[in-house]
Each structure stands twice: as structure tokens, then as C-alpha cells.
């Protein structure tokens, strides 16, 4: 049998931030339905030369053929899941190298890589490489700041860090629910509570009463 060469791809995990903590506070069923949303609105965000190849609960993998093309999707997808209500945010990050595809899936450690990136982003937040910034250019529409170099568990040198800034975040929310982690806007917040000399927004009661039970259990330091 001949040996499948490896090529150049660009990769971008997305997953959901705090969706453990939804799963816990709404339950199954509504994380279930909030995941099968979340695939649609990455499908609904690709473009030619990008490709949706694998899900692992709540964990996406996107590949592209350019690294421009996997900025835009990034941003689409991150926009998009900031327009639906009541849902948690997304946090993305991005690598290309060479890497090995068998059967429908990748192997390799840029995908290691685009993976640990991706967990060191915060909800909202597209993170990229140095490599992907250098590849992708000064795409229309896309700044890039300065993260600086990162090292990760079993990553022998330090890797160098970007955030893009892509995309156009209309109504953007801006307060995220303390105990299950899903977006809410303020002005339509269905409870508030106050503590510590912070008003905390929720998108339930439940929520809510949980928090008043425990505040400290979920109040951010």
C-alpha cells in the first residue's frame, strides 16, 4: 500500500465556552438541541475550500485550503453564534501545517496545536498563529493584536499568539450569565442579582436562584 502523503491545511477548532457549565444548569436535553444549532451555524458559515470534518461533543473541526478563507469562516461562525439568544459563546483557534488525512480525519501536530489555541481563547475570542497571520496576510476587515509567544503541555517551543479581529458584532451582548455561561443582553435580562459590588445578569429565574443559592460558587473574581 503506497503512503499517503501529507499536505499543507489550515485548521480551525471552535468550541463552546462553558458548555459543560450549560449542560449542568439546563440539562442535557437543551445542550443536545444547543449543539445541533451550533453545527448548523457552522455549516451556514462555510465557503468554497473549507470543509466541516469532524465534531467531538461540543468541539468543531474546520479545514481550509487557505488561510484567509479560515479567518473568514472564524468570523462568521463566531458572529453567528453571538446573534442566536440564549447561547453560549464560542472561542476559536487556527494553525496550518503539514498534516496526515486518513479515512476523513487529520493527524498531526499543527492540528495539536490549533486544538491547545483554541482552549487558551476566551468566549468570543478568534485566536490564531504567527504562521496562520503570516500566511492569511492583511485580509480586508481583519486586524490582528498581539497575544505574544504561549507555551503548551508537550509543545517543545513556545508558539507566538494573535488575536483577529474580524467581523462586524452587531448587537454584540455584552454580560454573560454567571452559572450557566450562555449570552444574555442586559436590557432583556429576564433576572438580575447584585454581589460583591457587581450586577450579575441571567437568562432564566432558575439560573438565578441557583446563583443566590451559591454566589460565590460562580461569582468571577
Do not use: W
Amino acid at each position: 500500500m503506497s503512503e499517503v502523503p501529507e499536505a499543507e491545511v489550515v485548521f480551525v477548532v471552535a468550541d463552546l465556552a462553558g458548555y459543560t457549565a450549560l449542560t449542568e444548569a439546563h440539562g442535557s436535553k437543551q445542550a443536545a438541541s444547543v449543539v445541533t444549532r451550533y453545527v448548523e451555524l457552522a455549516q451556514e458559515a462555510l465557503e468554497p475550500g473549507t470543509r466541516l470534518v469532524e465534531r467531538a461533543g461540543d468541539e468543531l473541526l474546520i479545514v481550509a485550503d487557505d488561510a484567509a478563507r479560515a479567518l473568514r469562516v472564524a468570523a462568521r461562525l463566531r458572529d453567528a453564534v453571538e446573534r442566536e439568544p440564549l447561547f453560549p459563546t464560542v472561542r476559536v483557534g487556527i494553525h496550518a501545517g503539514r498534516a496526515l488525512e486518513q479515512d476523513g480525519r487529520y493527524f498531526g501536530t499543527p492540528l495539536n496545536v490549533a486544538a491547545r489555541v483554541a482552549a487558551h481563547a476566551r468566549g468570543g475570542q478568534i485566536l490564531c498563529t504567527e504562521e496562520v497571520r503570516r500566511l492569511a496576510g492583511e485580509p480586508d476587515d481583519v486586524e490582528y493584536r498581539p497575544v505574544g509567544p504561549v507555551r503548551f503541555k508537550n509543545v517543545t517551543d513556545p508558539i507566538v499568539i494573535v488575536e483577529v479581529v474580524a467581523g462586524r458584532r452587531a448587537g454584540e451582548p455584552t454580560a454573560v450569565d454567571p452559572v450557566c455561561r450562555m449570552l444574555v443582553r442586559p436590557e432583556t435580562a429576564p433576572a438580575r442579582l447584585p454581589f460583591a459590588g457587581r450586577t450579575y445578569h441571567f437568562c432564566s429565574f432558575e439560573c438565578a436562584r441557583a446563583f443566590a443559592e451559591r454566589p460565590e460558587a460562580y461569582a468571577e473574581a
